[in-house]
T-cell receptor, first 111, second 114 residues
Framework: NAGVTQTPKFRVLKTGQSMTLLCAQD?????MYWYRQDPGMGLRLIHY???????AKGEVPDGYNVSRLKKQNFLLGLESAAPSQTSVYFC??????????FGPGTRLTVT | AQSVAQPEDQVNVAEGNPLTVKCTYS??????LFWYVQYPNRGLQFLLK??????LVKGSYGFEAEFNKSQTSFHLKKPSALVSDSALYFC????FGYGQNFVFGPGTRLSVLP
């Protein structure tokens, strides 16, 4: 089992560029989450999904879009990147015992 | 609204001494509480959880936590700290509303000194 994987691991964007972050899990989990981690602020929920074909907004959804076309994949898109989106992004999936499994993260810098 | 506070940004403890990392929470309904650990340049790893039952829960690597409903706290403890315990620790809470929406605290950096 690979668990939760994220691609890419690192990315540098210029303001206004777009990109998609891919999260994949092989544990057949229904629920998946995208968080951003900023120093001193812990993890903040961007979007989440309770199943294939469904998505919902979290605490900080502005500037991001998501899609869950397949159960195992959860994509996070930035249509027009801004310096405020410089962060570390984590994907997670939810096990039956309610603990979350996290990916290794994507470090994004927007210049 | 749900919230989690971790009142200490940093906790320093000598190796072999007991450690405590504090967490208080606010949530409507019954809380489900979690501790995660993050090592440098890694994702978060699950340590332990309280869902129901015994207020003292045991988890990975010798950690335990005590749920205190009256004080709305869920402090993480370990009887004897190791240098390898040095990491960033996060407390999280949910009440299992729609989407199982979790709220994380800001994190506490634990440094265990040899």
């Amino acid at each position: 089992n690979a668990g939760v994987t994220q691609t890419p691991k690192f990315r540098v964007l210029k303001t206004g560029q777009s990109m998609t972050l891919l999260c994949a899990q092989d544990m057949n989990h229904e629920y998946m989450y995208w968080y951003r981690q900023d120093p001193g602020m812990g993890l903040r929920l961007i979007h989440y999904s309770v199943g294939e074909g469904t998505t919902a907004k979290g605490e900080v959804p502005d500037g991001y879009n998501v899609s869950r076309l397949k159960k195992q994949n959860f994509l996070l898109g930035l249509e027009s990147a801004a310096p405020s989106q410089t962060s570390v992004y984590f994907c997670a999936s939810l096990a039956g015992g309610y603990e979350q499994y996290f990916g290794p993260g994507t470090r994004l810098t927007v210049t | 609204a749900q919230s989690v506070a971790q009142p200490e940004d940093q906790v320093n403890v000598a190796e072999g001494n007991p450690l405590t990392v504090k967490c208080t929470y606010s949530v409507s309904g019954n809380p489900y509480l979690f501790w995660y650990v993050q090592y440098p340049n890694r994702g978060l790893q699950f340590l332990l959880k309280y869902i129901t039952g015994d207020n003292l829960v045991k988890g990975s690597y010798g950690f335990e936590a005590e749920f205190n409903k009256s004080q709305t706290s869920f402090h993480l403890k370990k009887p004897s700290a190791l240098v390898s315990d040095s990491a960033l620790y996060f407390c999280a809470v949910t009440n299992f509303g729609y989407g199982q929406n979790f709220v994380f605290g800001p994190g506490t950096r634990l440094s265990v000194l040899p």
